[in-house]
Antibody
Framework: QVQLVQSGAEVEKPGASVKVSCKAS????????LHWVRQAPGQGLEWMGW????????HYAHNFHGRVTMTRDTSISTAYMELSSLGSDDTALYYC??????????WGQGTTVTVSS | DIQMTQSPSAMSASVGDRVTITCRAS??????LAWFQQKPGTVPKRLIYAASTLQSGVPSRFSGGGSGTEFTLTISSLQPEDFATYYC?????????FGPGTKVDIK
């Protein structure tokens, strides 16, 4: 079955960077864009951007321009989301997911990123 | 950017009630809208895409409607497992945007 498995929880200091991975299985990795969404504690869902897993092309939400980088390694069916210059308001659960209507709509299990000095 | 609003932001309902949640887009998005359900401490789950297409495995008591700027999610007969927060998402235009959510709790 289609699965997205993310890397484990991270604790980072303010100003640092974090890189979260998302390993896909159960489908052809390059068939679908992969999206990233985050959710701060007690808050709603915030779309961060997508990566075209075939070409590597990206599109980011304005809020993250200049701080987020999405990449992929097609040889291991894995996507990555790196967020730099972390602040306390970046403390959140980060998800990778499939959004294409023709996809299964699966989400990864989420990766907790805590920013604390 | 396209802004999404939802109403109500929260509601109390009883098992068996018919519940309707509305999502509005700041500009037309055709039918490029999905609905998600999130229960506390769990990963969101897609219920509906293309405004009205039910995700495989989702109970038929859920239905979606609308096109353009106004959309609805209807639960025909609320079940105990449906108490959750519901989000709409427009994917017509990047950046994609979520609505702020509607929390449905027990009356």
């Amino acid at each position: 079955q289609v699965q997205l498995v993310q890397s484990g929880a991270e604790v980072e200091k303010p100003g640092a960077s974090v890189k979260v991975s998302c390993k896909a299985s159960g489908y052809t990795f390059t068939d679908y864009y992969l999206h990233w969404v985050r959710q701060a504690p007690g808050q709603g869902l915030e779309w961060m951007g997508w990566i075209h897993t075939n070409s590597g092309g990206t599109h980011y939400a304005h809020n993250f321009h200049g701080r987020v980088t999405m990449t992929r390694d097609t040889s291991i069916s894995t996507a990555y989301m790196e967020l730099s210059s972390l602040g306390s308001d970046d403390t959140a659960l980060y998800y990778c997911l499939l959004l294409a209507p023709s996809s299964s709509g699966v989400w990864g299990q989420g990766t907790t990123v805590t920013v604390s000095s | 950017d396209i802004q999404m609003t939802q109403s109500p932001s929260a509601m109390s309902a009883s098992v068996g009630d018919r519940v309707t949640i509305t999502c509005r887009a700041s500009q037309g998005i055709s039918n490029d809208l999905a609905w998600f359900q999130q229960k506390p401490g769990t990963v969101p789950k897609r219920l509906i895409y293309a405004a009205s297409t039910l995700q495989s495995g989702v109970p038929s008591r859920f239905s979606g409607g609308g096109s353009g700027t106004e959309f609805t999610l209807t639960i025909s007969s609320l079940q105990p497992e449906d108490f959750a927060t519901y989000y709409c998402l427009q994917y017509n235009n990047s950046p994609f945007t979520f609505g702020p959510g509607t929390k449905v709790d027990i009356k």
